[in-house]
């Protein structure tokens, strides 16, 4: 069961990273600015964002695997016409097509391993389900830069739509089928559960209220940058080639597998001595708000610039590995709740992760464009527009951190 979810979830990771790979391809073709580009990219997360109340519900009433194998026949179709697309708009609409159809391919097993699994192998199985997703991010790189001169960017995305044809008939093999009688016998669902007044007081917990600020530009910001403005950074202003620029995302992405590799096995233990997912998050965070800064002063006319001679990516990397202490976030909220509402919980709480990827994601770029506008150079550019992104961080880090110690 769950590696018939991991290759869902592997090729709706892939999805969502390929476009950093295939940038400069697509600028040029299309002629693109950065606010098209981001807006292009961001689609997949307007798309992923736009279905989350509504798969809560459908989740927990017709479980997992009914709706995570009607919403990829969707991401089936969105692959397709990318793959035909003949100008910008319709390149939008794939991606968003594409968004919809995988916007479950998380939430789904997390809903299943909500009933399944103990409270500890949950949180295994959400690092390793991460690690899946880095997989997926890291054969967006260097595997796809290498089949660009074979296959072509449209060759890659037929390719993308036969392996989530191929994720379907996983799941359709070796997931069970919900059985609401078999599970939660003590705790029956009533019809007034998926009402609107249970939607509503998931948003008014105060596990939820406390997570919302770090997950829509913390986390969503992480998933923004690592899916697409990292690669810009290192070709317009570190001045890599694509290729050098897919080669520091494929490190980055490998950087990020062993990461969540590593959280699924000390997670459990860390748990059963106390070390909760609120607390590691109060102290690995602020680790992360350090490098961000450091990211972007390397690349530019700085002193720390000037005595820097590591690769640009090493200092992402750092980044990356200290912002996915958030990840913790997703199990920590659907723990908060009872299994019935596991599925409403965990997709809520998506939608405010994704509508941050897709409004920090467009935003960087409106900002690097406005900044260009106003006569910044283009280093100067993306460092303004990545300093009001840290001080979103650095807000959102203090309403956790106040209501984590309430």
């Known amino acids: 069961m769950f590696a018939a979810f991991a290759a869902a979830y592997f090729i709706s990771a892939a999805l969502r990273t390929v476009t950093a790979t295939l940038a400069p391809t697509l600028t040029q073709e299309f002629a693109l600015q950065a606010r098209d580009l981001g807006l292009l990219s961001g689609g997949y997360f307007l798309g992923f964002a736009a279905l989350q109340i509504p798969l ?47 916007s479950v391919c998380l939430m789904a097993p997390l809903t299943a391993y909500r009933r399944w699994f103990n409270p500890e192998t949950q949180l295994r199985a959400n690092s390793w389900m991460l690690m899946t997703g880095s997989l997926g991010m890291l054969c967006a790189t260097l595997p796809v830069q290498a089949a660009m001169p074979v296959l072509g960017w449209r060759g890659i995305f037929w390719a993308l739509a036969l392996f989530v044809a ?14 609401e009688a078999l599970v939660d016998k003590d705790k029956p669902v009533q019809p007034s559960v998926v009402g609107e007044g249970q939607i509503i007081s998931i948003w008014r917990h105060p596990a939820f209220v406390r997570m919302v600020p770090i997950g829509f530009f913390t986390y969503g910001g992480m998933i923004a940058i690592q899916t697409l403005w990292v690669g810009p950074w290192m070709t317009r202003i570190a001045g890599y080639t694509a290729v050098e620029a897919a080669g520091g995302l494929f490190a980055i992405n490998f950087a990020m597998l062993i990461n969540y590799w590593a959280w699924g096995w000390v997670n459990p233990k860390l748990a059963s001595h106390g070390w909760d997912a609120v607390r590691l998050m109060r102290i690995g ?70 509508m941050g990827v897709f409004i920090v994601q467009w935003g960087i770029g409106l900002g690097i464009d406005l900044f260009r506008w106003f006569g910044m150079s283009e280093v100067q550019a993306y460092t303004a527009a990545f300093g009001a992104f840290w001080l979103c961080c650095l807000a959102s880090y203090a309403h956790f951190y106040r209501h984590a110690r309430g």
């Open 285 to 354: 965070l602020p680790f992360s708000l350090l490098a961000l800064p450091l990211a972007v002063l390397v690349a530019t006319d700085t002193p720390l610039a000037a005595g820097w001679v590591l690769p640009i990516w090493i200092v992402w990397i750092f980044y990356f590995v200290s912002s996915a202490f958030v990840s913790l976030a997703q199990p920590a909220v659907g723990m908060a709740f009872e299994s019935h509402m596991a599925g409403r919980a965990l997709t809520a709480y998506n939608l405010v992760i994704f």
């Open 166 to 179: 191929i994720a379907m008939i996983l799941i359709a093999l070796c997931v069970p089928v919900w059985r």
């Open 56 to 102: 809560g519900v459908w989740l927990d009433r017709y479980g997992p695997r009914r709706v995570i194998l009607c919403m990829l026949s969707i991401a089936v179709l969105g692959c397709a016409v990318f793959a035909v697309a003949t100008n910008f708009y319709s390149l939008l609409i794939a991606r968003v097509l594409c968004g919809l159809g995988v």
